[in-house]
């Protein structure tokens, strides 16, 4: 029983969520937060498996977002709509309340193709020269959609807010609201299945010494490259879920101020920590909001916060532990098959 | 058809000729010591079999299959496992998972398997789960599993990183300098587990080692290397009485 608790809670939430948005008792700009939290709970803990558990330091995590954005955008738009850049609808619009997920999925593993540009250099490169080249990723994601021309350019690229209000005519859910948190939860499900796999567990032991685990039986290369398409697969679906949230997109939104944005997430919850990635996603984007009266000082405030936990406390608000760890009365009720490690 | 089998292995850093001519070949079953002052290129040795390296000239081969242009982890997967000079065990992770990700050389399931958690997952799982317990009930490392790695005492780190090359259900052994660092109490209990790994896991060892008290005592044959080459070879009887080694060591008289 105590192992579903999480997922009852989830479950509960999920239902709360989505009925309050359903019956009109959260403004659309609450529904507008609470799917942003959920967009970045992909990006922080997609970005934890390369930052917090592989322990390379990825910071172009927007890259792939963007990417994700992009092609499912292109194709919502492309399918279900009839607009100046693909002519007319190719298919009904109401079949977008069925197609969405798979959609969203395919431009997931558009971006985890992405990934492989990060992943391959990651077999010969660590540290800081893998990092520069992940910036550069970024950039190059950035700059290229920039230059293509047909689908906006730095103009953005719009139409996504028909492709959902297609399917709202279909049925009158909040299918946003569904959808991002779906696909949250499915992050979480995934991240944690695979690092507490046997073979997700390798990427931790190339974190700890990749030496030793390439010569102990780990296929190094193979287990970077997993670990990167997932997580760059992740975060292209959080782009998905995002363009379709806002209803347009353009390549400013993708910059390194986006990757930067996972990064403090990732730092702040802990590295190496899937629960506090997601306390941290929540906080952050609930104090993005509260800080928004300030203005451009947001931006002088978050950064010092990010400053003052590096001071005090390096290792994040969970660093390499869960939070049934932090707090072990909380096993009662939600039951791990992990055990908690004794310190001696 | 020998289990293991070194022919003229030869390994240049540059210009610096680090290991020249290295010839070896096991039967099965030896207990056999690599000596030599510091920086003759026993570790060398080591990390060009293992694949970390790979060799200029030379080739190495296990069951007659040649390792020649394989990763390290296809190595393992052959039957080759080793320890290392200094401990490299993954220190945040608890002993239990030491021990398990090792089972990454033969993984029964992919990726899908894992993220579907199919009944093929389920059961690999729960395999390696109960081996690497096993192997932890057979080293006395029982009540540790659950421990960080790093907050293990010294010598049980090594007993660790033994079981963990054990899993692998290695051919051959390699083992770089298991007592570095240890204690004489300590060397006389790794003397004592050494050989009764090896009478349990019906193992071929091979084995690095600067303390000479431990060597003599447990090792059947001895080969001596300086300065990448091989100057001696025999008992350890016949070793301690050899010339060149003891020049090797301390150095030659000036007459």
């Not at chain 1, 507008?32 to 330091?57: K, P, R, W």
């Not at chain 1, 100046?84 to 079949?95: C, D």
């Not at chain 2, 040649?66 to 320890?83: D, Y």
Request: proline share 3%; with cysteine.
């Amino acid at each position: 029983m105590k192992q579903y608790s999480l997922t009852l809670l989830a479950a509960l939430f999920f239902a709360l969520a989505v009925g309050l948005s359903w019956a009109g008792a959260l403004s659309s700009y609450s529904q507008l937060v609470l799917m942003f939290v959920a967009v970045n709970i992909m990006m922080s803990s997609s970005l934890n498996l390369i930052n917090g558990y592989m322990g390379e330091f990825s910071c172009g995590h927007a890259g792939f977002m963007a990417v994700g954005a992009y092609i499912t955008s292109l194709l919502t738009v492309w399918f279900f709509t009839t607009g100046s850049v693909f002519g007319p609808n190719l298919l009904p619009p109401a079949w977008a309340t069925v197609l969405f997920p798979f959609i969203l999925l395919f431009g997931g593993l558009i971006a985890a193709l992405v990934g492989l540009l990060v992943a391959i250099p990651s077999f010969r490169t660590r540290g800081d020269y893998l990092a520069i080249i992940t910036l550069a990723v970024n950039y190059i994601v950035k700059s290229a959609i920039e230059n293509i021309q047909p689908i906006g350019g730095a103009r953005g690229f719009m139409g996504m807010g028909r492709v959902v209000n297609g399917m709202q005519e279909v049925v009158d859910i909040p299918w946003m609201m569904i959808w991002t948190w779906i696909f949250a939860f499915l992050t979480i499900l995934l991240i944690k299945r695979f690092v507490s796999s046997t073979y997700g567990k390798g990427i931790i032991a190339i974190r700890e010494d990749e030496i030793a685990a390439e010569i102990m039986g780990v296929n190094t290369r193979r287990a970077k490259m997993i670990a990167f398409m997932l997580s760059s697969g992740l975060a292209g679906m959080a782009g998905g879920l995002f363009a379709h949230i806002l209803g347009y997109i353009n390549p400013g939104s993708f910059t390194i101020m986006k990757s930067t944005e996972a990064l403090v997430m990732v730092y702040l919850g802990g590295m190496g920590s899937l629960s506090g990635s997601v306390l941290s996603a929540v906080l952050f984007t609930l104090m993005l909001e509260v800080l928004r009266p300030l203005q451009l000082y947001k931006w002088v405030v978050v950064p010092l916060i990010l400053v003052l936990l590096m001071l005090f406390r390096t290792e994040g608000l969970l660093g390499h532990r869960e939070l049934t760890d932090v707090f072990p009365r909380l096993k009662r009720f939600f039951g791990s098959r992990e055990k908690v490690h004794a310190a001696v | 058809m020998p289990l293991f089998e070194i022919r003229g292995l030869t390994h240049f850093f540059g210009g610096l000729k680090a290991v020249s001519d290295f010839n070896l070949t096991f039967e099965g079953g030896e207990l056999t010591g690599l000596i030599g002052p510091n920086g003759a290129g026993k570790t060398t040795i080591f990390n060009l079999v293992c694949g970390v390296y790979h060799p200029t000239h030379g080739e190495v081969k296990i069951g007659g299959q040649n390792l020649a242009g394989l990763f390290p982890h296809q190595v393992t997967a052959m039957g080759i496992a080793r320890t290392f000079q200094n401990i490299r065990l993954w220190p945040e992770m608890t002993v239990l998972d030491n021990i398990r990700v090792a089972h990454n050389y033969k993984l029964s399931y992919g990726f899908l398997d894992a993220m579907f958690q199919t009944f093929r997952y389920r059961t690999a799982e729960n395999g390696i789960d109960q081996k690497a317990r096993e192997v932890l009930e057979i080293m006395g490392l029982r009540d540790y599993g659950e421990e960080l790695a790093k907050n293990l005492p010294y010598g049980l780190q090594r007993k660790v990183e033994i079981a963990r090359a054990l899993v692998i259900r290695p051919k051959l052994l390699l083992l770089d300098e298991p007592s570095a660092g240890m204690n004489l109490g300590e060397k006389e209990a790794l003397i004592g587990l050494i050989r009764w790994i090896r009478k349990e896991f019906n193992l071929t060892i091979w084995l690095i080692e600067h303390e000479m008290r431990v060597v003599m005592n447990l090792c059947e044959k001895i080969q001596v290397l300086d300065f990448g080459e091989t100057i001696a070879r025999g008992t350890p009887e016949e070793i301690q009485g050899n010339l060149r080694v003891v020049e090797a060591y301390l150095g030659k008289e000036i007459d």
